[in-house]
């Protein structure tokens, strides 16, 4: 098996210049999720992503080709070069891109807003303001969910709660409630209040 590095056919190049690549792009549209990718058009990104990997851990690769190592350890060695770590490399990469200090200066990974903010996956109070000047409060929380693009926006809260003339929450729930799916088409605007565990409306916090 050590002279898969060594061969020169088609079937060696594969591997090592596009599985890789093509790992860490599937991992990464899955953690940002975004149009679907035509890999018919990524074929370059695939080959460029895998030569990152192999120059990262070409200690590794150097380790592989030796022909030292026993079976049972040459065999999870080929693992971490062609699948383990194209998988870690978009969730390193997103969590660096993603440190307040690195965010500031770089583009979002996600398409819109709307994505960032319900990505993090934070518990709110929300309030939803419809077009039609109506206003929803609601609990977005564990159970509730958001569309990511390129689906139409749409946000489901697990809970809905009484608003008040004044916009703000009464500090009731509304009876059985099992939650509202709202249409982002319908949205106008979206109002976020701060969430403490264990503290519900009803306690005085919004």
């Not at 990104?45 to 380790?63: E, G, M, Q, R």
């Not at 903010?117 to 929300?126: E, G, Q, S, T």
């Not at 009731?172 to 565990?197: K, P």
Request: proline residues 5%; neutral net charge.
């Amino acid at each position: 098996m050590e002279k898969l590095f060594e061969a020169q056919g088609t079937l060696a190049l594969f591997l090592i210049f596009f599985i890789p690549g093509f790992i860490t792009l599937k991992v990464y549209d899955l953690l940002v999720p975004g149009e679907v990718r035509d890999f018919s058009k990524s074929l370059l990104d695939a080959i460029a992503y895998s030569s990152l990997n192999f120059a990262a851990l070409i200690w590794l690769v150097l380790v592989v080709r030796s022909g030292n190592l026993p079976p049972w350890l040459w065999y999870p060695a080929t693992f971490v070069l062609l699948v383990g770590m194209p998988v870690v490399w978009p969730v390193v990469f997103l969590w660096i891109r993603r440190r307040p200090k690195v965010a500031r200066h770089v583009a979002s990974a996600n398409a819109r807003v709307w994505d960032d903010i319900f990505a993090k996956r934070i518990p709110y109070w929300v309030i939803v303001h419809l077009k039609d000047q109506r206003r929803i409060g609601g609990f977005f929380g564990e159970r509730s969910f958001a569309s990511h693009s390129p689906a139409p926006a749409e946000v489901y809260l697990e809970e809905v709660w009484h608003v008040d003339e004044n916009g703000g929450f009464t500090g009731s729930r509304i009876e059985a409630t099992a939650g509202i799916l709202v249409m982002g088409t319908e949205i106008q605007a979206l109002e976020f209040f701060q969430y403490n565990e264990g503290v519900r409306v009803s306690d005085g916090e919004k």
